[in-house]
């Protein structure tokens, strides 16, 4: 390859810029052109290409949200969209595309290297929901996000020696839930995962009032329901009288923590290096530390594993 693109796409997430930044700084250190699309594959098709230098990626790895913009769009599900985007990267002599995104992204990832576009995927979102890497960009500062907004709430919470219910993003996927539960001692974390028995949380958490516990906090993942509905559900088995918190989309924002900035520059750096090695078609990841390369095709049909031995420990800590 002589010259490579990136895009961001789908939901956007924190240390997407990073990403942006390593890839094209590793393309320009390996003396490859490098070019930003704007708006996800929408850009592809409507030729939203540009150059990048050094500097256009200066003061951005701190940058919550993604200066190349994101965008989910239908068009590129279209064989001809997907001819449209590779002819128009073609044209420029493009020959590697790096894509940020999600599951969805990752679709459009596989039609372009069909379309012979060399091709990266990296895993850029909140939800932790992409198999063959055990965390994605963004998860780990939507988790400490969610940890923040439980610590806050525990304050009023005990002053009122109330129940507070935490509705948390994630799709289909626990892991926001799972993560945030467990680091701020919530006494139940509904996760899509694994099925909930309302009568159980409600009699631990009626008991555990009663021998002097001040404050009770149940996280949801968006996959299990609405946070109002966990509410009701617990109306009518105690007396509490719950307090629900939606956190939405300020999970998706902010500041990068140093562990998503540090993963997006390892991913980025490693997709130039993967494109210069000649290998396409490939989603990358970190297993155990270590940075991996799948066939994006393989990652598309997998459902990420989820994890047990968390999950039971929070079982024995929340009490
Ligand atoms: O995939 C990221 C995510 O934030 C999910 O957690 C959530 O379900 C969804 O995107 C929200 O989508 P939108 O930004 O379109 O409202």
Same mark, same amino acid.
């Given at each position: 390859?002589?010259? =490579?693109?990136v895009?961001?796409?789908?939901g #956007?997430?924190?240390?997407?810029? &990073? ?15 490098? *070019? ?9 098709? !409507? @030729?939203? $290409? ?10 951005? =790895?701190?940058?919550?949200?993604t ?7 239908k ?8 001819? %449209? ?12 595309i ?12 596989? %039609?372009l ?20 890497? #055990?965390? !994605? $960009? ?21 002053s *009122? ?13 626990? @892991? ?6 467990? &680091? ?12 909930? /028995?309302? /009568? ?10 009663? *021998?002097?516990?001040?404050?009770? =906090?149940?996280v949801? &993942? ?5 946070? #109002? ?20 989309? $300020? ?6 923590t ?8 390892r991913?980025g750096?490693y997709?130039?290096?993967q494109?210069?090695?000649? /290998?396409?078609? %490939? ?8 940075? !991996?390369?799948?066939? $994006? ?7 990420k594993?989820?994890? %047990?031995e ?10």
């Open positions: 390859v002589k010259s =490579i693109a895009l961001t796409s789908g #956007d997430s924190q240390g997407m810029n &990073a990403a942006v930044r390593s890839v094209v700084r590793s393309a320009l250190y390996h003396g490859l052109e490098v *070019h930003a699309v704007q708006r996800g594959y929408l850009g592809l098709i !409507t @030729d939203d $290409i540009r150059p990048m230098d050094l500097r256009s990626v200066g003061d951005i =790895i701190q940058r919550g949200g200066i190349l913009q994101t965008a989910r769009c068009e590129f599900m279209t064989l001809e969209g997907q001819q %449209k985007g590779a002819e128009n990267l073609r044209k420029r002599g493009i020959d590697g790096v894509v940020i995104g999600g599951d969805g992204s990752y679709q459009g990832a596989s %039609k290297s069909q379309q012979g576009i060399r091709t990266m995927a990296l895993p850029g979102t909140i939800d932790n929901d992409i198999p063959f890497t #055990d965390f !994605t $960009i963004g998860f780990d500062t939507a988790v400490s996000i969610v940890v923040d907004a439980i610590n806050k709430l525990r304050d009023t919470m005990t *009122h020696e109330r129940a507070s219910v935490v509705e948390v993003m994630g799709r289909h996927c626990g @892991d926001i839930a799972l993560y945030a539960g467990l &680091a701020s001692g919530a006494e139940a974390i509904l996760v899509p995962e694994v099925p909930y /028995d309302m /009568d159980r949380i409600a009699a631990r958490m009626k008991e555990n009032f009663e *021998h002097g516990k001040r404050h009770s =906090i149940i949801v &993942a968006e996959g299990v329901g609405k946070g #109002d509905d966990i509410a009701r559900e617990l109306t009518e088995r105690t007396d509490m009288d719950p307090r629900v918190t939606v956190l939405g989309h $300020i999970q998706r924002g902010g500041s990068p140093h562990n998503d900035r540090i993963l997006a520059s991913l750096d997709a130039v290096r494109l210069l090695a000649g /290998d396409s078609g %490939k989603a990358l990841g970190i297993v155990k530390g270590e940075l !991996t390369a799948t066939p $994006i095709d393989e990652v598309i049909g997998a459902k594993p989820f994890n %047990k968390l999950y039971d420990l929070t079982l024995r800590l929340s009490q």
